[in-house]
């Protein structure tokens, strides 16, 4: 299983973005596709969760501002981020967990600042 993660950059406090994960490779029939933060000096965060049958969760520090979703047709998962904030600032990680294992992609710098 390959991820790989686009759509970060610098914005504004107040503005979006748009993550996608694009996933290949065999992912078994149940998994989940998790996106990671880590800010700098951090530890790694899990922001929002989808899993295979539809069930959608969030930390709490994004419910109302953040949205996964996922194009199953071209196996892409995406993050949409609303009302950035500074603290949204850091490394977006996406994971996918499988029967299989755990996969990570290379990671996408988000920076939200003035």
């Known amino acids: 299983v390959q991820l790989v993660e686009s759509g970060g950059g610098l914005v504004q406090p107040g503005g979006s973005l748009r993550l996608s994960c694009a996933i290949s490779?065999?992912?078994?029939?149940?998994?989940?596709v998790n996106w990671y933060r880590q800010a700098p000096g951090q530890v790694r965060r899990l922001v929002a969760t989808i899993h295979s049958g539809g069930r959608i969760t969030y930390a709490d520090s994004v419910k109302g501002r953040f949205t996964i979703s996922r194009d199953n047709a071209n196996n892409i998962v995406f993050l949409q981020m609303n009302n950035l904030a500074p603290e949204d600032t850091g490394e977006y990680y996406c994971?996918?967990?499988?029967?299989?294992?755990?996969?990570w992609g290379q990671g996408t710098q988000v920076t939200v600042s003035t």
């Open positions: 490779g065999s992912v078994g029939s149940t998994f989940l």
């Open positions: 994971n996918v967990q499988d029967a299989g294992g755990s996969y």
